[in-house]
């Protein structure tokens, strides 16, 4: 959507007040832009931004409101006598509803997964964005309560298309997508068209889920996955994981793309997951609890079924599949690691490193699934004899694994009761 033509003065949002039950309150400065201003009459002395912000919301609303963050900041060429120039949305959270949102022209109440579309202010194109963006993050992270809510609404829609007797979820990540085209009677939902589902922002990862029959057995394959380096809090990466164990899934196969870390590794081996490390400083179970969900402070102490690994390590044998095993350790990324942090990962007693996988199989573990973890190794990192790591090499090889990976799967989906 292109901006302007301006008004003069343009009308401008500069606060998005998010209230409970879906609403927000789109604060329109009647002075030009808070950003665009400075370092005029409208930010008052000694005053920050943010501040200023907070101020104009609570005199326009009449509303206690908190700044949560900033939303985004615009570069606002069209509007800057110097030829360049910044306008800052601000995300505020208030209690109740604005009492001066009658009589007040500056203010508007919407549903926030509606931008009406007679909106005449100039800045449509970043309220569009906002509301994209809301679509697929909340500011104001969801109460357990709202996450059951959600899950409910996605099983509703799965529920006349999924065969009820489908048990086994499997997870591909990077480069291993492909895997699904082996489904057969296969249908899909793209993740779009789910209902409070994030949004794959990588390219690797198409963002789809697919069911049908693998080996014989019923699967419901999540085809693209998400990543703490997205953006993605850790409960928005567990929210699919809480979709499949309320489905009724009991066995989840997890693939991704790793880093090796043992320098008898080649790039293009397959790793079963024999355990994990979290190196994330994350975790999807901070915060309120529900009862439903499993156990509080669930144990990790197998958090890959014990049965499930001897059964692939046979399939793997009767295949001639060779198969490493080892720890997984899970990091944030994106920056992949330097020799130091390669050397740091290695005496804590990993073999591979991804930037996935961790916040599922917590999420899973929770819900007692029964989990089987598998990797591609896509480099290997020996941090005496550093080598730059390319996304497209990560791709390319972890595509290379992909037929291996699939006859192991296959194998293994074969032989589960
Ligand atoms: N480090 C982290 N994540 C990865 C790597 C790596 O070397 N390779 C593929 N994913």
Redesign the pocket.
């Known amino acids: 959507m292109t901006a302007g033509p301006y008004k003069n003065p343009a009308p401008t949002v500069d606060v998005i007040i998010e209230l409970p039950g879906d609403k927000i309150v789109l604060v329109q400065r009647k002075n030009p832009p808070l950003g665009w201003a400075l370092p005029g009459g409208f930010v008052e002395y000694g005053e920050s931004l943010e501040e200023a912000a907070v101020r104009e919301a609570r005199e326009e609303t009449s509303l206690e409101v908190t700044l949560i963050r900033q939303h985004k900041t615009y570069s606002r060429p069209d509007r800057d006598p110097r030829g360049h120039t910044i306008s800052t949305v601000f995300v505020a959270e208030a209690q109740g509803l604005p009492k001066a949102a009658d009589d007040a022209q500056e203010i508007g109440i919407f549903d926030r997964l509606s931008l009406p579309s007679p909106l005449a202010f100039d800045h449509q194109e970043i309220l569009q964005d906002y509301f994209n963006h809301l679509t697929v993050r909340t500011v104001r992270p969801p109460s357990p309560q709202d996450n059951e809510e959600r899950i409910g609404q996605v099983l509703k829609l799965l529920k006349n298309r999924i065969p009820a007797d489908t048990q086994i979820g499997i997870i591909l990540g990077?480069g291993l997508g492909g895997i699904a085209d082996r489904l057969q009677d296969s249908s899909s939902l793209s993740y779009q068209d789910l209902p409070f589902f994030p949004q794959s922002t990588v390219a690797s990862h198409p963002g789809k889920l697919i069911w049908g029959t693998l080996a014989g057995k019923k699967v419901l394959v999540l085809q693209g996955r998400f990543h703490l380096y997205e953006g993605y809090t850790p409960e928005e990466i567990g929210f699919p994981i809480r979709v499949l164990a309320a489905w009724g899934i009991k066995f989840l196969i997890i693939a991704?793309?790793?880093?090796g870390l043992d320098p008898n590794f080649l790039p293009g081996d397959l790793l079963m997951i024999t355990d994990q490390i979290n190196s994330t400083g994350e975790n999807p179970l901070i915060g309120p609890h529900l009862e439903t969900w499993g156990p509080r402070f669930p144990d990790m102490s197998r958090v890959y079924d014990p049965h499930l690994r001897v059964l692939a390590e046979k399939t793997a044998r009767d295949q001639k599949i060779p198969l490493r095993r080892g720890v997984y350790v899970g990091?944030k990324?994106p920056c992949?690691?330097t020799p130091a942090e390669t050397r740091f990962l290695i005496s804590m007693g990993a073999q591979a490193?991804?930037?996935s996988t961790i916040m599922e199989t917590i999420v899973a573990v929770q819900s007692g699934m029964a989990l089987l973890g598998f990797c591609a190794i896509?480099?290997v990192?020996r941090p005496d004899h550093p080598e730059p790591?390319s996304l497209e090499s990560?791709i390319q090889t972890a595509q290379s694994a992909e037929t291996k990976l699939s006859a192991l799967l296959e194998g293994v989906l074969a032989k589960l009761e």
């Open positions: 990077t991704n793309a790793a880093g990091v990324g992949l690691e490193v991804g930037m896509t480099n990192n790591v990560v």
